[in-house]
C-alpha cells in the first residue's frame, strides 16, 4: 500500500514537472451556470486552439470552471465534462507526419493529478482527422470525452491534402 501511495504521489510530482502545451487557448466567452455572492462564479468557458501540427484547422472546447472559494484558489478539480468541435478554417498544410492519437493540446485540470488532452487521429479511408478531447488522472482517467471530426476539403484553388500520407 506505501508504495502504491509513493507511487502515485511521484507520478504526481511528475505531471507537475512535466511542460504545458505550447499554445495558450484562446479565451472566447463565458456563461456562469452557478451563482455565488461573494465569490466567482462556476462557468462554461469556451476556448479555441489552432492545431499546431496541422495548419486550416482550429478548435474549440467548452469546459467547466469551479468557482468559489476553491475555484479562486486553484485548489477545485474541474470536472470531466468537455465538449469539443474542430473545423477547416483555411488551406490545410502539414507541417509534419504524426502518429494516431498525437497530442494537440493539453492543460492541467486540478493542482495535481488530473490534466484534459485532445488528441489526434486520421481516418485514411475517409481523408478526414478526426480529434478526441478527454481527461486523465495519474492513476484513472474518465470514460468521458467528445470527439470531432475534420473531413479534408479543397479550399480554394489548393487540394486538398490526404492526412494518411502524413501518419507514420
Known amino acids: 500500500m506505501l508504495f502504491r501511495c509513493l507511487t502515485a504521489a511521484a507520478l504526481g510530482l511528475a505531471a507537475l514537472a512535466a511542460p504545458a502545451s505550447a499554445q495558450e487557448p484562446d479565451r472566447i466567452f463565458d456563461k456562469s451556470t452557478v451563482w455565488r455572492p461573494l465569490t466567482p462564479n462556476d462557468k462554461l468557458v ?13 478548435c474549440w472546447y467548452t469546459q467547466p470552471e469551479k468557482g468559489g472559494i476553491k475555484g479562486t484558489l486553484g485548489l477545485a478539480e474541474d470536472v470531466s465534462d468537455i465538449s469539443l468541435a474542430c473545423r477547416q478554417v483555411g488551406p490545410v498544410q502539414f507541417k509534419d507526419k504524426f502518429k494516431q492519437g498525437e497530442v494537440v493540446f493539453s492543460e492541467r485540470r486540478s493542482l495535481i493529478f488530473k490534466s484534459m488532452q485532445i488528441v489526434r487521429g486520421c481516418d485514411a479511408k475517409r ?3 478526426i480529434y478526441m478531447v478527454y481527461s486523465d488522472k495519474v492513476i484513472q482517467g474518465s470514460p468521458k470525452n467528445s470527439t470531432s471530426a475534420v473531413p479534408l476539403m479543397p ?13 507514420r
Do not use: H, R
Not at 46 to 58: E, F, K, L, R, T
Not at 155 to 167: A, N, R
Open 127 to 129: 481523408n478526414t482527422l
Open 155 to 167: 479550399w480554394g484553388t489548393e487540394v486538398s491534402q490526404k492526412c494518411g500520407d502524413f501518419v
Open 46 to 58: 469556451v476556448y479555441g486552439i489552432d492545431d499546431p501540427a496541422v495548419s486550416g484547422v482550429a
